[in-house]
């Protein structure tokens, strides 16, 4: 789910930063004005996230944080991940609390798990994974599991390997 930002939208913003850095716009155009399938391969720039400073780097923060209100996007919740600010913590929980994709729930989990720990991530991602019967979700799980499990305790990912079965260890 992505939508792209009106140029009002985006001047609210980028009218506070007198000269944007060259970083600074490959952020937007990586997650605010580029194609949206940079976002939807999950091809945008994460290095922007270190090499973002001062209010370049709290715009940039805001953007993500104030879109993902709008909308359920993927990349903004890998974002967040990254640069793991609390204020994320409210909109990631209502987004697992009312999304009706599991797929972008899990994202949501994933980020909030990063963050603060989130105990319901693993068994709900255990989950997911043994459900075998729902082909697009386990073929999207197979597919991106690394970014799943990436930061879990290595007994928790054993268990979501387990669960997940192929193509790690045949149908369980």
């Known amino acids: 789910m992505q939508r792209t930002m009106s ?3 985006i001047a609210k913003y980028t009218d506070q930063i007198e000269n944007p850095s060259e ?3 490959i952020f937007l155009h990586d997650y605010v004005t580029g ?3 940079i976002r939807s391969r999950g091809d945008e720039d994460i290095s922007v996230w270190d090499k973002l400073k001062g209010n370049e780097l709290a715009i940039a923060k805001q953007i993500i944080l104030d879109e993902l209100k709008t909308v359920p996007d993927g990349s903004y919740m890998r974002a967040i991940s990254i640069f793991k600010d609390k204020r994320a913590i ?3 929980t209502s987004l697992i609390d009312t999304l009706p994709y599991l797929d972008l729930k899990l994202l949501a989990a994933k980020s909030l798990y990063d963050i603060t720990g989130y105990k319901e ?3 709900m991602l255990e989950a997911a994974c043994k459900n ?3 082909d697009m979700l386990y073929n999207y799980l197979k597919y991106s599991i690394s970014q799943f499990t990436c930061g879990l305790k290595k007994r928790d990912k054993i268990k979501i390997m387990i669960a997940l079965g192929e193509p790690f260890l045949g149908k369980v």
């Open 90 to 92: 409210p909109i990631l």
């Open 23 to 25: 970083i600074f716009k």
């Open 35 to 37: 194609n949206s399938w």
């Open 7 to 9: 140029s009002k939208e």
């Open 121 to 123: 991530y693993v068994p």
């Open 132 to 134: 075998h019967d729902d």
